[in-house]
């Protein structure tokens, strides 16, 4: 009966690896062909099983990677550390490429036997994708921000202290970015609100209001004072 049991419990989880979409599941032999493969990895690579099993894993690699002999550095790695996690391209049937995390454990039996390698991987080509679009949007946005002049644009830390500095804060306050980021914020308000400790008070403001708008008088590098319009708006994350 345990042995019935043990067959069931077998073939249950075989119907469960070949069903799943979402990620390419596959046993490679101790030197990397193809033993196993599941829907996901047809559906991700375009492969049918009759075409992949018996192929050495190195055909979804790009022809760079496999000449730089990535595929064999990975199970190498996977034998030495008992597992490998990469994210990287990777090439589908049709020749296009697609990025995907991957992971490599070592399969070994009950004795401690090399029987092969088990892969798991996903096709994160949509996501990454996107966080490129982002990267490219946050780009373009800090070079707009740091070539803007007439505005002084700068972020503060939670406690006020100078992160980022554009070309309009050192042409209106005359302070190079190197000479002010680090220092606190006070340093653009007279001695009176300093000591009244008005720039505490406007973050406080910030917090809890979301922001605050001030008009008056703001200390450039030189000593001399200009009449300032400010609006301080508190940066918040997804929490």
Do not use: C
Not at 25 to 32: C, R
């Amino acid at each position: 009966m345990p042995h019935e049991r043990d067959a069931a419990s077998a073939e249950d989880l075989a119907l469960l690896v070949d069903s799943v979409q979402d990620y390419a599941m596959l046993v490679l032999s101790t030197t990397g062909e193809i033993q196993s493969w599941n829907a996901g990895a047809e559906a991700i690579t375009g492969y049918t099983a009759n075409e992949a099993i018996g192929k050495h894993f190195s055909m979804l690699y790009l022809p760079d990677d496999i000449a730089a002999g990535k595929p064999q550095h990975e199970l190498d790695t996977a034998l030495t550390e008992g597992r490998i996690e990469d994210e990287g391209w990777r090439r589908r049937k049709d020749g296009s490429q697609f990025w995907t995390n991957t992971v490599i454990n070592v399969l070994r039996d009950q004795n401690g036997e090399l029987r092969g390698f088990a892969k798991i991987a996903r096709d994160l080509t949509k996501r990454r994708a996107q966080e490129e679009s982002l990267r490219q949007s946050e780009e373009v946005f800090r070079l707009l921000v740091a070539s803007v002049r007439e505005y002084a644009i700068f972020l503060l830390d939670p406690e006020g202290h100078i992160t980022t500095w554009n070309a309009g804060a050192q042409r209106i306050k005359g302070y190079a970015p190197e000479e002010i980021i680090g220092r606190h914020f006070s340093t653009f308000y007279p001695e009176e609100d300093k000591l009244d400790h008005k720039p505490e008070r406007e973050l406080d403001i910030a917090r809890r209001y979301g922001s605050v708008e001030d008009e008056g008088w703001r200390v450039r590098k030189d000593g001399t004072r200009f009449w300032a319009n400010v609006v301080i708006t508190a940066v918040n994350d997804e929490h």
